[in-house]
């Protein structure tokens, strides 16, 4: 891999602020010595991706729309296969064009499964989430956001973590057992929906739940079958050539939707691969502004 380091400073200096997810101590959390690290990976392409990896410290980036701000929010999930965080163009990259459109944007560096320095790691990534979820609506009127109006968006395994968050409401943690932790919409880009055998990512699951998983939890943590009436309205991309991610956790994630009458939307491109954040290089559409469209269209902006 050839990488640089890259100041954290200088990735952050974008976002107007950016806060600690929790204020005291990390739950779940036991010592151990890692430190979170920040670096542009040239081996995709010759600008180089911002990667960040080793989080211990869960964090907001806060990204305002300021004065075209319509009361909307959305959480972005970078991906990474729960193993780094691609934090660029699955993340603040991201966030900047939801300011263009007037929405108020929070990139989450959620903390990556580790069992040397997490009690169970297998749900720390869902507690980040909803403590995300959590605190976009308990500040809503400090960032002029709906509390009604507070999305949750993934890339990748961002996209397992985003529709976990979508379809698991119950409070991991006790202390916000009696919060409204539900998104109110989601959009999954190219999104690991499953960890059944036959479609999910193995890497994914394995870095989630661990090498030999409960069966209990392959089932728990398979979003598709997940799915109720209550899950939130979906907005959902995918190429039929994702050779990385199957098409098929998207078209699956799709049917359930439908079954369940959920009001949800798929692009599914024929070619583009994985990993391809805001453009894919294969088409001259425009799936983002295919996103906005869906917004309006189920009045989640004006």
Partial sequence: MNSVLFILSASAGAAQQVVPLYTENVPNSKPCHEKDHEFIDTSWNKKGLLIVDHITKPTLMIYEAKEKRN??????????????????????????????????????????????????????????AQQAIWFVRSHAKQYGISPDKIGIMGFS?????????????????KELANDNLRP????????????????????????????????????????????????????????????????????????????NKVPAELHLYEHGGHGFGLHNPSTKEDWFKACVEWMRTNKLIP
């Fill in 71 to 128: 009361g909307t929010a959305v959480i972005i999930c970078p991906g990474g296969g729960y193993g780094v965080l691609a934090a660029g163009h699955e993340g603040s990259d991201v966030a900047k064009v939801f300011n263009d459109v007037g929405v108020t944007a929070f990139v989450l560096r959620y903390r990556l499964p580790k069992d040397d320095c997490m009690i169970d790691k297998s749900f720390v990534p869902l507690m980040d």
């Fill in 184 to 259: 109110d919409f989601m959009i999954l880009i190219y999104p690991v929906i499953s960890f059944n055998d036959s479609i999910g990512h193995i890497g994914s699951r394995d870095n989630l739940l661990g090498k030999n998983p409960d069966k209990k939890l392959i089932e728990l943590f398979s979003n598709e079958r997940q799915v109720t009436s209550q899950t939130p309205p979906t907005f959902l991309v995918h190429a039929s050539d994702d050779d990385g991610v199957r098409p098929e956790n998207s078209i699956r994630f799709y049917l359930a939707l439908l079954n």
């Fill in 157 to 173: 395994a961002g996209g397992h973590l985003a529709s976990t968050a979508g379809t698991h409401f119950t409070a991991v943690r």
